[in-house]
C-alpha cells in the first residue's frame, strides 16, 4: 500500500487507478528510452509494478459484496450466516485491497476444495508468503479462520475462482506474463 494511506481507508477504486497510471508511465518510458541498460531496468520495474485495472477497482468491492448476498453471509447489519473470516476479509477488500488478495483468495478456493482441509489453506497462503501474524497485521486484520458455511459449495468456489479473476485483473501483471 501508498505509504501515505496506511491505517487509513481507501476504495479499491482509488488503488487500482493509481496502479494503471504508474503502470502507463513506465511503459511510455520503456518505449521511448534510447539506452539499452535503462531500458532493461524499466523493464523490471514495469514487471514488479501490479498492472492496475481503473474500472477493477470497484469490481473488488462489490465482487465480495455479490458473493456474501448470494450465499446469505452476513454482511454488517444484514441477516445473514455468520462468517468472521468473510466479514474481515471483506473489511480488508473495502480498506486496503493489495496483491496478497490473490494468495487469500486462492487459499480460500483450496480450503473449500478439500472440504475444510486447514493444512491446504495454511499451505497455500505459505506459498504466497502469508502467515497467521501477517494476517493480523493488516490495518484490518484478519484473525479467524474460514469455515464452511451452508451454502452450495460448488456455486461457492466457483463465484471465488471469477472473483479470483478481478484479484488477478487489478493486481496481478497478467499482460506481462
Not at 535503462?38 to 459484496?65: E, F, K, Q, T, Y
Not at 493489495?98 to 493444512?119: F, H, S, V
Not at 501477517?134 to 474460514?146: G, K, V
Request: proline share 4%; hydrophobic share 35%.
Amino acid at each position: 500500500a501508498l505509504e501515505w494511506y496506511r491505517q487509513r481507508g481507501y476504495q479499491p477504486k482509488d488503488m487500482a487507478h493509481v496502479q494503471e497510471a504508474l503502470g502507463g508511465v513506465l511503459a511510455t518510458c520503456v518505449a521511448n528510452v534510447k539506452t539499452p541498460i535503462v531500458r532493461a531496468l524499466l523493464r523490471m520495474c514495469v514487471l514488479a509494478c501490479p498492472r492496475g485495472n481503473a474500472s477493477g477497482g470497484d469490481a473488488i468491492r462489490h465482487g465480495i459484496l455479490n458473493i456474501m448476498r448470494n450465499h446469505g453471509i452476513r454482511e454488517g447489519h444484514r441477516p445473514g450466516i455468520e462468517c468472521k473470516f468473510i466479514e474481515q476479509w471483506h473489511q480488508k477488500l473495502h480498506n486496503n485491497t493489495t496483491p496478497e488478495d490473490i494468495g487469500i483468495c486462492r487459499a480460500i478456493i483450496k480450503y473449500l476444495q478439500t472440504d475444510g482441509n486447514m493444512g491446504e489453506y495454511w499451505k497455500v497462503l505459505a506459498d504466497h508468503g502469508i502467515d497467521k501474524e501477517r494476517l493480523a497485521s493488516y490495518s484490518r486484520p484478519i484473525t479467524t479462520e474460514p469455515y464452511m458455511v451452508n451454502t452450495d459449495r460448488n456455486r461457492l468456489i466457483g463465484d471465488f475462482e471469477r472473483y479470483l479473476g478481478i484479484l488477478r485483473s487489478v493486481h496481478d501483471a497478467l499482460d506481462l506474463q
